[in-house]
């Protein structure tokens, strides 16, 4: 009896692994995000009404910020035209449920990345592009130096963000009494704490570092603490139920990243991708290996991507880092081999 189940095991395993192998080797199909996004020409991107170095709006009507590099990449990638790119600006309240409702394809806007949001909005966050901490700002007149001497305090905070539940969290864990004095909107909390009705600002380190650029009369002005008290990895996030969609946006970050490992630039990007003999950097640049097919695009996908907008450094640095206006250190966003904790599945 045992031999009889061996040999109807076999036939069984064999035809198991080969349908294994043609699926892996079956290039992506378009998704009804992709087809929508082609048909109307343009993505739909959800981002912050404004944070200056991440998502911001010029005078001109020229949006500009790490968030928004992200949303040029994919346009790119799908596009083939980095421009082609709807901004709607949304606050913490909406802008899960515009993201699930479908009048945004992708929400690229400084928002954290945990199990509740994750399992239960009806979403997928596609990766990390910027890792973050909670943190408090203070005015400098304060004397106060640490989180831990803020006993009592009124703190300025917006509803509806893992920032209110983080303080509170905080506040009782250090005994701290904190009163909270909450917001519906990021203008309000701002306002309020500039009109001095709080003792201190908190949310994001990286958001504090832009309000306080963006709005206080004077910068220097007040401090941002060095207490981190929470972990806010920030990043895009896409409605579930698109496969093929949801690849492409996390594999488009993944290149940016990768790109920057391997010396890939917006400047040398044309340059790599015809004399460049190293294979990781040819199957970025769609020399080689076709990775494209794998999605459902063709193989010039990242090129045209890196060519949009460079690589994550150089979004990095354009828009937060210490050259400029934020002036932000690297510091967890650098490389995983320059002590850092970006790092990308590799690109093959």
């Not at 290039?27 to 170095?53: E, H, M, Q, Y």
């Amino acid at each position: 009896m045992k031999s009889l189940r061996k040999l109807i095991q076999r036939p069984l395993l064999a035809t198991a692994a080969l349908a294994l192998l043609g699926s892996l080797a079956t290039p992506a199909f378009a998704g009804k995000t992709i087809d929508a996004i082609k048909a109307r020409g343009t993505l739909n991107c959800g981002v912050n009404p404004s944070l200056p170095g991440f998502s911001a709006a010029d005078s001109q009507g020229v949006w500009a910020g790490l968030d928004v590099d992200v949303c040029r990449a994919v346009a790119a990638t799908l596009l083939n035209d980095p421009l082609k790119v709807k901004y709607t600006p949304l606050n913490a309240a909406q802008r899960f449920a515009v993201l699930q409702a479908g009048e945004i394809d992708v929400l690229s806007r400084n928002s954290t990345w945990t199990l509740s949001r994750d399992a239960s909005l009806g979403l997928h966050f596609t990766g990390v592009t910027y890792y973050d901490g909670q943190g408090f700002m203070v005015p400098k007149k304060s004397k106060i130096t640490s989180a831990t001497k803020l006993k009592g305090a009124t703190v300025c905070v917006q509803s509806g963000t893992t920032t209110e539940k983080n303080l509170n969290d905080y506040s009782k864990v250090m005994k701290l009494n904190m009163k909270p004095v909450v917001f519906d909107t990021q203008e309000a909390t701002n306002k309020a704490y500039f009109a001095g009705r709080c003792q201190a600002y908190t949310t994001d380190a990286s958001g504090l570092a832009s309000v306080r650029n963006k709005e206080a009369s004077n910068p220097d002005d007040h401090l941002i603490l060095p207490d981190l008290i929470s972990k806010e990895p920030l990043g895009p996030s896409v409605r579930r139920g698109d496969d093929e969609f949801f690849a492409i946006v996390k594999w488009v970050a993944y290149a940016l990243i990768e790109a920057e490992e391997y010396g890939i630039t917006q400047a040398n990007v044309d340059q790599m991708k015809s004399s460049s003999t190293d294979p990781v950097i040819q199957r970025i640049l769609g020399t080689s290996e076709d990775t494209g097919k794998l999605l459902g695009l063709d193989k010039e996908w990242a090129y045209r991507a890196i060519k949009a907008v460079g690589n994550y450094g150089e979004m990095f640095e354009r828009n937060v880092g210490p050259k400029s206006t934020l002036k932000l250190p690297r510091g967890l966003n650098n490389q995983w081999n320059k002590g850092g904790l970006m790092y990308a599945p590799p690109v093959r």
